[in-house]
């Protein structure tokens, strides 16, 4: 079964009727650009072909219900502004509340949603959630809500709603990410453009691993790294850490007195530069040559903003011996996925290698498939 039939099948089941629709939001990853986007920066994500599915029909009551075919309770709430939609209901309340607050009328609505988005992935299953109800609802009410406009609002219902400080990217590459492309995202102008990836037309393929690691520490330690360079910025005197070019980065550093913050500031200034160059390389077909920056980017995720552990390291140590072009991982880090640029005949070869060395060191077994960039959110046929 499908998970769009899956959503409308929980459809049925939860209200005894047919949806008036069904609307498909995809997860993404991210090629290169990590924890460049709360600073102003530059990110390079691209939708993956899993997706969270809402099928939805207006309500003759009022109020909003919502079910999940991955968890038992249905959940209806009536307002936004006073009692907190709390767990995985939390980001369709969220929705709501920010349409409302943009001054939206938002229509009542029956909501059952299904996925195969990865949980805990770093494949950003929640934005996917997000962009997909509010595609719905959108669509529902003939709300005037531009696509452009979109992220941003999805962006604030999770910030500001649901409370996780998250910057603006996961909900851009769900609603604005188009079939072969990545999608090359200004964090501060939101300006984008749509970067030719066509992998198979080279013989490549993105290999994506899921490490299946427990995230450790990630509320806390996401937290404390948004703040360094907050801080970092402030004394620098820039906006955002965006605004530290190259050429400059070691006089900044040297105005820097915390070891750690002089670490973080280095991983973001020279990351940025790496989507940079990355883009500029993509834009002439140049894809195997992004296999050093994205291997680089690892590098500097691992040692100077400390965001990997054991089992991300092991599989792109791994894929990289077996010849992968580049590998690196993506997502806020402390487990999650890593991206292997591979020969597309190879990818089952290096699979198997992640695997094995998985396997000799007591890891839970990893999860691995390749992935082509898909379209973002959209009302399905």
């Not at 530059?42 to 099928?55: E, I, K, M, S």
């Not at 040692?303 to 806020?332: K, P």
């Amino acid at each position: 079964m499908t998970v769009a039939s899956s959503a409308a099948e929980a459809f049925r089941n939860a209200y005894g009727a047919d949806p008036a629709g069904l609307w498909a939001a995809p997860g993404r990853v991210n090629l290169i650009g990590e924890h460049t986007d709360y600073n102003d920066g530059f990110v390079l994500p691209f939708a993956l072909p899993q997706h969270v599915v809402a099928a939805a029909a207006p309500a003759g009551t009022p109020g909003w219900t919502v079910c999940s075919t991955l968890a038992e309770e249905t959940v209806t709430f009536t307002t936004t502004e006073s009692a907190r939609v709390e767990g995985w209901a939390g980001y369709v309340a969220g929705i709501v509340w920010a349409l409302r607050e943009a001054g939206f009328t938002v229509p009542p609505a029956r909501i059952a949603v299904a996925s195969d988005v990865p949980l805990g992935s770093g494949l950003s299953s929640s934005a996917a959630l997000e962009s997909a109800v509010l595609t719905a609802l959108v669509d529902l009410g003939g709300l005037d809500l531009p696509v452009d406009q979109r992220p941003a609002l999805a962006q604030r219902a999770e910030n500001v709603y649901v409370g996780a400080p998250t910057g603006i990217m996961d909900q851009s590459a769900s609603i604005r990410c188009v079939a072969g492309k990545a999608l090359f995202l200004d964090c501060r102008s939101l300006a984008v453009e749509q970067i030719p990836f066509d992998l198979a037309a080279a013989g490549l393929a993105i290999l994506i691993v899921n490490s299946n690691a427990p995230h450790q520490h990630v509320d806390g330690e996401y937290g404390a790294r948004r703040k360094s360079c907050e801080e970092a910025a402030r004394i620098l005197g820039v906006p955002a850490l965006r605004d530290v070019p190259p050429a400059d980065l070691d006089a900044a550093l040297g105005k820097l007195d915390d070891d750690v913050m002089r670490r973080r500031v280095r991983h973001i200034v020279t990351e940025n530069q790496r989507v940079l160059d990355t883009v500029e390389l993509l834009r002439t077909g140049r894809i195997r040559e992004i296999g050093p920056l994205m291997t680089a980017s690892h590098a500097s995720m691992r040692d100077d903003f400390e965001i990997t552990v054991d089992q991300v390291d092991v599989a792109v140590e791994t894929a990289l011996a077996a010849g992968a072009y580049g590998a690196r991982m993506t997502g806020g880090g402390f487990g999650g996925c890593v991206l292997a640029l591979v020969d597309a005949d190879r990818a089952a070869e290096t699979t198997a290698a992640i695997e094995q060395a998985y396997a000799e060191r007591g890891f839970t077994a990893p999860t691995a498939w390749s992935a082509t960039p898909g379209p973002g959110a959209a009302r399905l046929p």
